[in-house]
């Protein structure tokens, strides 16, 4: 009984139409012809009780967001009415939230994604088209940005219902329209005022993060690769963190999953530049972007970054680079110890035997250091391949 209680508080504050709504959803009854809302929103909620779903599931103990009646109140104020699929979007994110995720993508399944896309690229386009005076003549955009926001996320949240039950490419297929659609309608990427509906950045945030995941749950990895290249090389407007943790699972990805990804093909690059050609290359330059974050102070730092960096390079024959790399390093990240190692490793591998043993004798002089058994028979190794130094590797 709490939501119908709940909704009785909220009813002073609501406007007719959306009470209305509400009502009709919460009690499962039909609206009188002269009261309907100008949608066809009555028949997303005679779908809903059909379906078996219907108000006594509403009264359980569930706590109800109430984010769906300020999304249907802006909805409303803009376009004086709720459409058949933003009905439905509500009616599923309901669902959704009390953990009915059957129920709810059967609601979701009830909208006309096709339709409603190029209506939705028209109003993004128009949202962020440079100001102009706007003539009589302009025809309004077909959605408002609320009705968008609410039915983006209608699209995620019907993706996470399909990634629940088991059904991955599906789930990938349809978080893709949200990325595609966005796309399409702003080539040159979000520009920085388009966060002011900070619930439509953050479904596009969580969207761009799902996609690849999806696609290496439907183990298809080329797919993966392209969705996460799509991720980095299209402007989201993503925190640094999530950007970060993006880049890090994409070079680990390219690094383990043992598929071979064909390069980049980049809508746009300055002469000269660096283009990756394999799966090592592409997550070298990832893990050298993290790094660099990490010297400037953009992000904390991960010590698994420099393991997997270690790694690339190490089979890619650029030893040299790492110890460079290792190198640059602020004072204090790695422990002294570990540093030389790495770094007479390097060298090592290079052939410059004698630089690598002159690190090993700074490290070994050092009384403070113990349990330096792995480099003493390196050490002894080297002095073993030169004849110069044969009695000192004794």
Request: proline share 4%; hydrophobic share 40%; charged share 25%.
């Amino acid at each position: 009984m709490r939501i119908k209680n709940w909704v009785n508080k909220r009813k002073s504050g609501v406007s007719g139409k959306l009470w209305k709504m509400m009502k009709c959803i919460c009690s499962g009854e039909q609206l009188g012809t002269d009261e309907i809302i100008p949608s066809s929103e009555s028949l997303a909620t005679r779908d809903y009780s059909a379906s078996g779903y219907s108000s006594r599931a509403a009264e359980t103990e569930t706590k109800v967001d109430t984010s769906n009646i300020e999304e249907a109140e802006s909805s409303l104020r803009e376009s004086g009415f709720l459409n058949y699929e933003e009905a439905r979007a509500l009616l599923g994110r309901l669902e959704y939230q009390k953990g009915n995720v059957e129920a709810a993508l059967r609601v979701f399944e009830g909208i006309d994604i096709a339709a409603v896309t190029p209506k939705m690229k028209i109003s993004i386009a128009r949202r962020c088209e440079l100001p102009r005076r706007h003539s009589q003549s302009d025809a309004a955009p077909p959605m408002s940005m609320p009705a968008v926001s609410l039915l983006f996320e209608a699209i995620f949240l019907k993706a996470k219902s399909l990634q629940a039950l088991g059904r991955f490419k599906e789930a990938a297929q349809s978080c893709k329209v949200i990325l595609d659609t966005v796309e399409s309608a702003l080539p040159e990427g979000l520009p920085e005022n388009f966060a002011a509906d900070c619930k439509l950045q953050e479904t596009l945030s969580k969207s761009v993060e799902l996609l690849p995941e999806l696609w290496k749950l439907a183990w298809d990895p080329q797919e993966a690769i392209l969705s996460y290249r799509q991720t980095l090389l299209y402007h989201w407007n993503l925190d640094v963190e999530t950007t970060t943790k993006i880049e890090k699972e994409f070079a680990i990805f390219l690094l383990y999953s043992g598929s071979d990804a064909a390069p980049p093909n980049l809508r746009s690059q300055m002469e000269g530049s660096f283009v990756p050609r394999n799966n090592i290359e592409e997550a070298v330059l990832l893990l050298l972007i993290l790094l660099r974050k990490f010297v400037l102070g953009r992000i904390g730092w991960d010590p698994s970054i420099l393991d997997h960096l270690c790694f690339a390079l190490s089979i890619a024959g650029e030893l040299k680079t790492l110890a460079h790399q290792v190198e640059e390093l602020p004072p204090g990240i790695l422990e002294r110890k570990e540093r030389y190692c790495i770094l007479t490793l390097c060298y090592h591998g290079e052939g410059e035997d004698m630089v690598a043993l002159d690190l090993l004798r700074n490290l070994l002089n050092n009384r403070e250091n113990h349990d330096c058994i792995f480099e003493l028979l390196l050490a002894s190794k080297i002095c073993g391949e030169n004849p110069d130094c044969l009695e000192e590797g004794i």
